[in-house]
Every structure is written in C-alpha cells, then in structure tokens.
C-alpha cells in the first residue's frame, strides 16, 4: 500500500505556497518599481476582450458605456475590416444621383453627403451576419424572386440564400478635411437612409464612434492604413435589444452590467474602454493580448465564454500573455488559473485535473465585480503579481484533487470524491482501449459526459474536439498520454436515453491490454484488422514558396503581432475528392505541441479562405480544392518558433484494401512523451519500425463482437491509388514555348514587347514551331482581345499542321452525355452500316507524336476561347458580330472539336464547357460544371467571375449580388469568408 499523500484542503486552492512564494514576490516588487504608474488623475485604460458575437446590450448599458469608449482593435478579427475602393468617374450618373455599387446594382448617392469635386468617393460591401436589417434583407428576397419553384427553376438547381449571406453596399464621402460620411444599405434596397449613415470627423482620427442602428449596434473606426493604400472602416456589429432584456451569454452580460455600473458612478476612478474582439482560437486570443498591448491598456477584462474548448485552457494562456505583456487580467469564470477571477500566473504549474472543483458554466456577477473592484483599487499590486514564481509543492500534484487517495483508485469502477459530485477511475498503465460498461452496453467515452487526464492531471484531448474525449482516439498518441492517468465522471451518466447511478453496481470499467487476446489470437478468430485511416503528411513549405495570391488573402491573419507565429503546409492532391479530413499532429513524431496553443485555417488559391475556429484535430475543408493551410501558435515565453509542429492530414479508408498489407504495430515508444523520465533507450530498434512514407494507413485491432474494446493499432505503407496521367498530358502541362514567355515577363519583358518581337511565319509555311510561338504570344492575356482573329487564323493554322503530322484527328463530339444515353442509361450500340464512314484514328505512344498531340490540343483550346471572346461586350463595342449564325456555328465546330479531343469535364478544360452552356442561355448546367469540375487548374483565378455571370444569367437578384460581392473582394485582393456556396 502506498503511503497516501496528505489530502489538499479546499481553501488551499487560492492560498499561496507563501515559503515559495515570498521571493518570487520580492523579485516582483523590485520589477514593479520599473512599471507605469496609474493615478487618479489619470483614467485607468480597461480592454474588453471578448467574441461580442452571442449577447446583446440593452440601450440603457450603451448609453452609459459609449462615452467612455476610447478604442476598437479588431487585430484578433481581420474579418471586420471593409475594404474600400475608389468610384470611378464612369460609374457615376450625376443626373440621377447614382453610382454603381460593389453588389452590382445602381444604389442612390444620400442627400447627407457632401458630394463635391474636392470630395472622394470610395465602394466596399459588408456581409457580417450579425449587421443589421436581417428581416428587411429577408423580404427584399422573397420579392425578388422572379421564378417558381418547379421547372428546372435556378432557385431548385442553385443555391438558396438566407438573408446573412445576402451582402451590404458600402459607401463612403472623404471630403477635403478628412471628414468621412458612411453609408451601409443594410436592407439591400439600393438606397441609404438616416439610420444608415453615419459621420467620422476629422477630429476624432482613430478614436471609434458607437451608434444604433435600428436593432444593433455598431461600433465604427478608421482603419490605419500605409499612405499609399485606400481607405479601410473596421466595424463591429453587436446585436442589440430592448431596454431590460439581459444578453443570452452570461459572461458578456456580466461584463456590460460592470461596465455599465461603473460608468454611472460618481466619485470612483475614471475608467476608459478598449474593445477587442476576438475569435475563439489560441491565436486569436494572443493577438487580442497584443492588441491591448498596443492599445497602452492597465488592464483586461475577458469574457470565457466560447473561448477554446476548455475555460482552464484559455486561462493558462491567458495567465502566460499577462506574464508576457505585464498586464493583470480577470475573466469571467473561476478555474484553477483564476479562483478569484484574477487570472494568476504564479498558479500555472497547477494541473488541469483541478477543474473539477470549478463550475464549467456559471458566471459570478457579484463575484466577478468585487474582483475588478480590487484591480482598479489597487493596480501595481495586480501588475506585480503577473511577474510572481509559479507554485510548487503539494498543489501541482495530480492526486492532491482526487479523494479518495490516488494510490488506492480501482480500474474497474468509478469512486467519489469527498466533497465534489465527480466520481474518479484510474487508467490502467499498460491500458490499449476501454469502455464504460453501463449494464450490458459498453459506451466509448465520448458517448458519455467524461474526461481524461493523464498521470500528471493535464487534460488529455481526443479524435475531434467537438465530440468528446474518447480513449482509443485517432491518432493514438493521445490515447496513450491517458495510461496511469485519470477517468472523471460526473455521479450521474446519461447514455442511450437512459440515466444512471455512476457508483451503482451497474457501471464498471472494462479495459485491454497488451497481454489481452490481440497477441494470442494467431489464426484471427477472435480479432479483426479493420483499415480505418488514410493518412498524409502534410508537407511544410517556406512563406515564399506560397503563391502570392494566397499570401495577400490570409495577410490579415498573417499580421497579428509578435505573440502569433504562422507556418503554412501544403495538402496533398485531392484529385476532386470532397472526403472531409482531419488535421493532427504527427504521432510518430518527438516533437509536440499542446493543442489548445494551435489553429488553422484552410486557404485555397481561387481566393476562399474557410471561416470558423479550427484547431488541431478538428475537420478540415471537403472542396475538392487541393489546399494550403496556415497553422498559428500562441508564442509565449517558454515556446518558439523554432520548432514547427509536424502535421498529418486523415480521412476515411475509402478504397479496397489488399489482403496483403505488410502490418506493423504502432508502439507507444514511438509517441513524444511529456514525462521526461522516462527511457526510451532501452527499447529493441529492431522491433519498432517507423513509416518514411509520406502516405499511410491505420487500422484498429478489433474484437469480433465489435462493441468491446480494441486491441490497439497497426499502420502500413499505403499502396498507390492513382494512375499516371497520360504522356500528352505531361506535355500539355509543360508547354516549353509559354514557359518561354513567362520567363520574359519575370525579367520585366512585356506582352507587347514579346508580340513585337514574335514574327509572323509566312502563309505558306509549314514551320509548327514558328506557328505555335506566334499564336501563343498573341494570346497572351495582356493582348488578346486586341487581334482576335488573327488568334483564330493562328490557331487553325496550328491544328490543320498537327493533324498533317497525326494523319488525321478524333471526330468532333457533343459535351452531351445524354444524348449517348438510352432509356436503360446505357450507351446506345453504334450503327454497323456507318461504322466504315467513320475514320479510325489511331494513338501511337512515341514522345514526337503525343507532342503533337498536345499541340493540337492547345491550339483547339486556344481557338475555342478567341472564337468566344468575339462576344465579350468590350469587343462587340469595337467590333460587332455581323453574321451571328455563322459566328455559332464557327464556336459550336471549334468546341466540337475540342471535346473530341479530350475529356471536357476535367478541371483543364471544363470552362469551356462551361462557357458552351453559358452561350446557350443554360446557367443551371453551366453552375453544376463549374461547381463539380472547376476545382484547379486554368479556371482558379476566373472561378469567381464565371460565378458572377452565371447567377446574374440565372436572374436570382440575391445570387447575383453575392456574386458581385464575391469578385470584388477576389479583385481586391480579400479573402471569400464563407465555407459555401
């Protein structure tokens, strides 16, 4: 029996260790002499950090909040800047008093503005979901809806938008002493009234203005921006309600009424406001620390709720910035880090495991007032305390918070604690999967309310985030971290409609074990090998080798201080799969990285970046996009960024497995450890192989009556499971005579320059290469519309050439798979009377032939395109299509051409099938091919703009202007917050 360790009373919590602590507090003193002093003349500077983003104030707190409101940083929230661009002359119709705004409609310049010719005009659009005009937006949809329902209409083929994703105009007047006028059409009726408007004086420079607007409000700032740049508003909309009704989030409601209260006080220590928004990852909330920083602010206030996963998490943090920063910090919950609601950086080395004596959920107004109360009453001794020497001693051990004694914890059932409604199990420490056994049915522990711990009493994390904690977790790194560790249950658990006793004679442990059967079963009749993962390493590039669009859309994210730190990775090629995935760290790696200091975000080059807190073993994207993902870390003292975390990327087993997979047992050595005694060095080399591959399976050893535990893991190589792409492909890719120009133009050569000194070959001449470096730099994308014929005449002299050297080419096909379809959906057989008409072409497989095969398909490609440009608006002004039958059929016999050529519903070429429905007035089919098969390739930097066209051909009015809004922000340069449409 192991000699129990003395039980930690419940006081002790918030009691210092005062032998440790007495120097770390003298050293502190000494620090403290150095810092900013506040003082009563003085007001003291308070941020507000916090989502806004579920509570509302009630006016009688605005009213009493707004004058005392110095600041708004969204450097947490780059989302709420709005990108301004200048109106051109040619947009405006002085007459009417109009402008054509971003969204693309004409919208009514407000009579308020003080339009004049030493006056700025400046575009931009809003699409927060929080903005006000949520019910106007609503009806401006229903009345504008111009088809049924039925038929083939677009509103059942194409998406159906609700008022959040309807966007906003922007419009602002700069006049010529720096007096900004704003105007946001709220209820997209292209016109701004009174309670749209809103003014920015030149006096006020970045100070932020608070005002309602109808049922929300918001809080406008200038953005500071480098000289040679446009203008940029930043703003917060916070929902606002009714005089009396209380915010549904209790620690954004605690905050205001504190706020509030204040500001009505006479007497007391003035206090200013700073506004901080954040998200609701690590990195958010350093960059929020940050912002305070900059701000100058003496405090910090934060609202808990939906910050990480865990309360305790986000104070750790928190504790470890307020180090960093020097300045003190209060939250809204009491956790092991903050008891009194001052967050404590002396209590750091306190373990997780001693949560469990805190509620998870419930906000102390009173509490949590009194504790400010003390902060703006004495503040240098609050400053001090941020620089204090963590705790030693008795309450950093693990078992101090588990009654009874830790040693004499069972594996099989659940014991109470001694003054706390957790019940507490001990993890076997040779422990491969468990099970609650609740009567016969055995739950994981994410089906159950539970948490695990590991033997030093830190929080162990499972496959997702948002499904619970479970013990055989994908990737098994962290099921293993659990061994010797901690169960804690509340005294009641609810599984499968049922409730039940914790300690009853009915819930128990079942737990396996290496000795188990998985090691004795030799023929496989008790166990099974079931593939469960497909796993790809995901590849860490430099910020250079990030293409630079993608560079520019996330730069908001990329920007955000000191304390985040950001490393991008590439995602292997999808080939058009939509399977969701999983981002983890690898666990055959020794390095690690806590996962609450971690998120990231997906970033794809046509310009989408997917909005949302996605942290370390959350999902991924599903487009079909191959993707770049940018990963960031919360940098506090003891962490650098010297080590990048090493990331895998899971899926779903979706293909057959061979039978004969070479299996290798995934041992727990092979995981990072976070207990530094232990030794590793005596493990045999020879029986723990790791993968090298990049690309690899995991399968769980189950038993056969698959309710039970597991036996553990295995991985393998992963075979191949994609074929070569065909020799012509290859070279179509790689197109000698464009690598050419494009090595031109990165020397400064310009596309005209090039078209000078490219000769025309003569008539007669049969020279392809000549030809070809003619036609591609007429074609280029600078030029192109400027000889647009003579790119046709190129391009057909190109392909009558490659089908001399060819003998011949493919016959012309429809892109109609329908057509070639019977009753059954089986191909119709082909005519034996016309089988002799038909010329065989034939493939050969030597390097000149399929190179002239991708010629041809370059210069049909080619000469599809130029024919379709002929109807481009800007060129019909110019030059208008005399014979527009003619004009069909040349564009029909060129597209023939080309899809008899290649497979037209791939990502090369499916724009100009998509170009082809377009034509014909069919935006549903042309959607459902750019949706399903534009995903890389040529059409990633038009997606958006094919986009455009198609909604505003489908005479959707709520599509249409997403899609304007969508190529705006492509234009400039900004992301595409929004996972869809």
């Known amino acids: 029996m192991p000699k129990p360790s003395p039980r930690l009373p419940r006081d002790t919590f918030w009691i210092f260790d005062m032998t440790v602590c007495r120097w770390g507090l003298l050293a502190a003193l000494l620090l403290g002499w150095g810092l900013p002093k506040t003082s009563a003349d003085r007001p003291i500077r308070m941020g507000w950090i916090d989502r806004f983003a579920s509570g509302a104030f009630s006016e009688d707190q605005i009213a ?15 989302e709420q800047s709005i990108v301004l661009q200048p109106v051109p002359a040619t947009d405006i119709t002085v007459n009417r008093g109009t402008l054509a705004g971003v969204c693309g409609a004409e919208v009514q310049i407000p009579e308020s503005f003080k339009v004049s010719p030493h006056s700025s005009l400046y575009r931009g659009l809003i699409c927060d979901a929080r903005r006000p005009g949520r019910e106007s937006r609503q009806r401006w949809i229903h009345q504008t809806r111009q088809w049924n329902e039925q038929d083939h209409s677009p509103l059942v083929a194409m998406p159906v938008l609700g008022p959040d994703m309807v966007p906003s105009d922007v419009l602002v007047c700069i006049d010529r002493n720096d007096d900004w006028q704003i105007g946001c059409d709220w209820n997209a009726d292209l016109h701004f009234e009174p309670t749209e408007c809103f003014s920015l004086s030149a006096s006020q420079h970045d100070l932020p203005v608070m005002a309602s607007s109808g049922d929300t409000t918001v809080v406008i700032r200038r953005a500071s921006v480098a000289p040679d740049q446009s203008p940029q508003l930043q703003m917060l909309c916070i929902a606002a309600a009714q005089s009396g009704w209380r915010s549904v989030d209790p620690g954004q409601a605690v905050i205001a009424d504190f706020a509030a209260k204040l500001s009505r006080q006479d007497g007391q220590q003035q206090v200013q406001w700073v506004l901080l928004p954040t998200g609701r990852g690590a990195a958010d909330l350093a960059a929020a620390m940050a912002a305070a920083e900059q701000a100058n602010c003496d405090a910090v206030l934060v609202n808990l709720d939906q910050l990480l996963h865990w309360p305790t998490d986000a104070t750790r943090l928190l504790a470890e910035l307020s180090c960093q920063t020097q300045i003190p910090v209060v939250v809204t919950r009491q956790t092991p880090i903050s008891p009194k609601f001052h967050v404590e950086p002396a209590r750091l080395s306190i373990p997780d495991i001693a949560e469990i004596h805190f509620s998870p959920s419930k906000s102390d107004s009173a509490a949590f007032s009194h504790a400010v109360d003390e902060l703006i009453t004495d503040l240098a001794k609050f400053r001090v305390a941020t620089q204090a020497t963590r705790l030693v001693g008795t309450p950093t051990q693990a078992n101090s ?67 619970g904690i479970r013990f055989d977790s994908m990737p098994p790194a962290q099921a293993f971290r659990a061994r010797g560790g901690y169960l804690v249950a509340k005294q009641r658990l609810f599984y499968r409609g049922r409730t039940v006793a914790t300690l009853s004679d009915d819930v128990r442990l079942q737990w396996t074990r290496p000795s188990d059967g998985a090691t004795t079963d030799t023929d496989g009749s008790s166990t099974s090998i079931k593939p469960s993962y497909e796993i790809d390493r995901l590849q860490r590039v430099g910020t250079h080798d990030v293409p630079p669009y993608v560079r520019q859309i996330a730069s908001g994210l990329t920007e955000r201080g000191p304390s985040v730190a950001s490393w991008w990775y590439r995602e292997p090629p999808r080939h058009g799969s939509i399977a969701y995935h999983h981002v983890f760290q690898d666990p055959f790696s020794t390095l690690h990285w806590a996962h609450d200091r971690l998120q990231f975000w997906v970033v794809y080059e046509d310009g989408r970046l997917l909005p949302g807190y996605r942290t370390i073993g959350d999902l991924g ?67 723990i192989v790791l993968p090298r591959d990049d690309h690899f399976l995991f399968a769980e050893v189950r038993p056969r009556n698959g309710g039970a535990p597991g036996y553990g893991w295995l991985w393998a190589v992963a075979p191949p499971h994609r074929s070569e792409p065909l020799p012509w492909l290859k070279l179509y890719d790689h197109d ?41 730099a007429i074609d280029q ?11 046709v005449h190129a391009a057909r002299r190109v392909l009558a050439l490659c089908r001399e050297r060819l003998g011949g080419l493919p016959s012309p096909e429809t892109p109609s798979h329908d057509d070639d379809l019977d009753s059954r959906g089986q191909p119709i057989p082909p005519d034996p009377s016309a089988s002799d008409a038909i010329p065989v072409f034939r493939v050969r497989y030597d390097r000149q032939w399929q190179q002239t095969y991708a010629w041809a398909v370059d210069a049909a ?101 997403l899609g304007h809004a969508r190529w705006f922000l492509h234009e400039a340069g900004q992301p595409i917050r929004q996972v869809a449409p």
């Open 621 to 687: 994207g599903s487009n079909p996009r191959d993707a770049w993902i940018l990963v960031q870390g919360a940098i506090t003292n003891d962490i650098t960024t010297a080590n990048p975390p090493e990331l895998i990327q899971t899926a779903a087993v979706s293909n057959q497995v061979p039978a004969d997979m070479d299996w290798h047992p995934f041992h727990p050595a092979m995981m990072h450890s976070n207990d530094t005694s232990r030794n590793t060095s005596s493990l045999d080399s020879k029986r």
């Open 736 to 776: 000698a005579v464009q690598a050419a120009i494009n090595e031109q133009k990165s020397t400064g050569v310009t596309a005209t320059r090039i078209v000078t000194n490219t000769p025309r070959p003569a008539e007669n001449s049969k020279d392809i290469v000549a030809w070809r470096a003619y036609l591609l």
């Open 401 to 467: 918070y588990i009654e009874p004694i830790a040693g004499d914890l069972p594996h099989d059932r659940f014991m109470a604690t001694l003054d706390d409604d957790r019940c507490v199990v001990r993890v076997p420490g040779n422990a491969i999967d468990g099970r609650v056994v609740i009567s016969d049915r055995q739950a994981k522990f994410d089906d159950i309310d539970a948490t695990l711990y590991d033997k030093r009493g830190m929080r162990v994390t499972g496959i997702e985030h948002t499904n």
């Open 64 to 78: 009493a909040f707004a004058p005392h409101l110095v600041g708004y940083d969204p450097l947490s929230c780059p």
């Open 781 to 791: 994308a600078e030029v192109r519309k400027l000889q647009i014929d003579e790119t």
């Open 861 to 961: 490609y080619r000469l599809t395109r130029a024919i379709g440009y002929r109807e481009l608006p800007e060129v019909i002004a110019e030059h208008p299509i005399a014979n527009q039958t003619a004009q069909d059929a040349d564009y029909e016999a060129a597209f023939f051409q080309l899809c008899g050529l290649v497979e037209i519903r791939t990502p090369r070429f499916a724009l100009t099938l998509v170009r082809y429905h377009h034509r014909r007035n069919e935006p549903v089919k042309a959607y459902e091919i750019l949706t399903r098969y534009a995903y890389e390739g040529p059409s990633t930097p038009w997606y958006f703009k094919k986009e455009r066209d198609l909604w505003e051909q489908s005479g959707v009015a709520s599509l249409s202007r």
